[in-house]
């Protein structure tokens, strides 16, 4: 179980970037509505930023993904190499912001994307976080940074965590043992309810800070990696800020 919060904060270190002229918005739509729905569009602003929707995998470590979650993955790799080889440098995603982590489980993730290249498997059957996979693949050419609300971001995490805890606590006790459900589906809900409660002040918050990093670095295209329930949100501030944005969705995360 705790394999999912582990998945949840795996992320890669950055890569030089090689300067590339990014096409107009008009034509990164067309090109990412072949994998998926573009659902809006701002045609002015600078940068110019590409929100993924994604579904986070739910397990424990690095496991087989459904059909379902295999073709996501699959969309989502073939839009972001687009996005690379048409200027997109500099990535944002779900961790808190600052120096993402090169080493512990992060590594682990690494070294079973390299097994998995080398074996000549099919990287979209397993639960890796695709931002460790994008990083490695594009190495050299994508940059992945955390640009989560520190603070919020490790509160949704402490919340998470005691829900797992309920949970494998109602999978291992016994007959009456503790307390009983009622009173853990009030605890569960509750902490729901809070997490929820935080879903677009992260949106804002994440978007806000990868526009920060890319003016501070200069970068003219990005590309925010989001749970899509965050994208609504993430959306609305970067075109309060004057940024060129598309929101997209892989077609196989409305089915």
Known sequence: MRGLLVLFLLLAAACESV???????TSVATALATWGEVREIEREGSPRVVI???????GAGITFLPEGHRRQQKEQSRAVAWLVDNGYRLMGCEFAKGPLPTDGPAEAHRASIREVLDEGDDLDRWSHFQPVRYEWIHRGSLRVVGVEDPDLYAADVRDLESI??????????SGSEGPDDATLDAREKALLGRIRSHVDARGRLAASNLLDEAARTGAEAVILFLGAAHCG?????????GAAVTVWSPASLRR
């Open 164 to 173: 797992l805890d309920i949970r494998e606590f109602r999978r291992r006790r």
């Open 233 to 241: 949100a993430a959306a609305g501030e970067c075109a309060a800020r």
């Open 52 to 58: 993924i929707a994604d579904r986070h995998p739910i």
């Open 19 to 25: 300067p590339m002229k990014p096409r107009d918005p």
